[in-house]
């Protein structure tokens, strides 16, 4: 929720191949550790650098990846090229589990460290820097003042952040649609294998079965179909549609009577995928060039907010009507409930006024000039 944020607003300051490759590398020490040793010492090592590496990574490369396309591609592209990214990253989900599947468990964690590797190998070599970082000052002042100072910018450029979402009704409304859209999902993926196990008793090989399913019809839709279609009814329209194909997802879910249901359940992972890059184009075609940092790293830290509140609701609520003590037999009520967040969420969208990018100056300016009106 923190880290998010700042790094959306350090991307626009001082450049983003430098964020991304911090954030990229960071991914590469955890599964170090487990490619060295898989003692149990190594094991609880390795989980305290992967929450340390979660924290400035998860969601971060996404953030600062749709900034860095947005400096580059025309705002009548970039719904096509954000959904190629995400198209691409399903692909790469596909591919892992493969590989996974067909490698010897003695080389996963070293053929894993040897393509993490390779990819701040290639941003270092090949990618090009969009933003101009600002030029470094020499001055000579204490620790406490740098540190002082430091606060004081980052205090600043958070609150300008907050007030180009807030001032621009499309940022805002795409905030609160991220936020109940990420409230149902994430409850939902945080307790669905054990909604299935416990209900169904599926095991491992149907989980993968579905994982497969999902993430080969992703690909399909959101690199080819995504791209076709967007041109023909806005980002606004596919939004719409991804929501209601994860309402359609929920509800199959929570009230699936047969095993056979969460496979068609699992079918609509397919259309719904499309929200999120339909999400970055919309916020990338309400914010100027130099505060799409700002303006994705906020959004960001809002579905971060979600992301924590929900599974602290859906975890006992799952819990409670799996058991014997439920009020009603409905085993999957805290899914149906989940996807109420996502009819919010849809309401929410189809209300989304799309307007043209302001820069955060005229942002002010426009905030101001009542007050100057009024004098």
């Known amino acids: 929720m923190v880290v998010l944020p700042l790094l959306g607003q350090l991307a626009d300051e001082y450049g983003r191949k430098p964020l991304l490759l911090l954030t990229v590398s960071t991914s590469i020490f955890p599964f170090a550790l487990l490619a060295w040793n898989r003692s149990r010492e190594f094991v609880y090592a390795y989980y305290v650098l992967r929450t ?20 580059f591609i025309s705002e009548s592209k970039r719904a096509a090229a954000f959904s190629w990214i995400t198209g691409l990253f399903s692909a790469s989900h596909v591919l892992g589990n493969l590989l996974a599947l067909f490698l010897p ?34 001055q000579d002042s204490s620790c406490l003042s740098k540190t002082i100072q430091v606060l004081q910018k980052r205090y600043k450029s958070m609150r300008d952040a907050a007030r180009i979402v807030v001032s621009s009704p499309t940022l805002r409304g795409i905030s609160f649609v991220s936020f109940f859209y990420e409230l149902g999902m994430s409850g939902i993926t945080t307790v669905l294998f054990f909604y299935l196990k416990a209900t169904f008793g599926f095991n491992k090989n149907q989980f993968s079965e579905i994982l497969l399913m999902v993430g080969i019809g992703s690909i399909v839709s959101q690199i080819l179909v995504l791209p076709i279609i967007n041109p023909f009814v806005g980002e606004k329209v596919i939004l719409c549609i991804g929501l209601l194909a994860s309402i359609a997802y929920a509800m199959f879910y929570g009230l699936a009577w047969a095993s056979w249901v969460p496979y068609l359940s699992a079918s609509f992972g397919v259309i719904y995928v499309l929200v999120k890059p339909s999400t970055f184009a919309i916020i990338s075609k309400a914010s100027s060039s130099t505060d799409q940092g700002k303006a994705q790293g906020f959004i960001a830290g809002v579905q971060s907010i979600a992301s924590l509140i929900s599974p602290i609701a859906m975890t006992p609520l799952t819990s409670w009507f799996l058991s014997n003590d439920a009020p009603f037999n409905c085993k999957g009520f805290s899914i149906v409930v989940a996807s109420i967040c996502m009819v919010i969420s849809l309401c929410h969208a189809c209300s989304l006024k799309v307007e043209e990018n302001l820069s955060s100056e005229e942002i002010v300016e426009d905030m101001e000039s009542p007050l100057l009106s009024n004098r």
Do not use: R
Not at 55 to 60: L, R
């Open 105 to 138: 468990e003695k080389y996963i964690f070293g053929v894993s460290i040897a393509l993490l590797i390779s990819c701040p190998l290639y941003m270092q070599f090949f990618l090009v820097e969009t933003a101009e970082p600002p030029p470094k000052t020499e």
């Open 52 to 71: 340390i590496s979660y924290i400035i990574s998860q969601g971060s490369i996404f953030c600062i990846a749709v900034a860095y396309v947005a400096d």
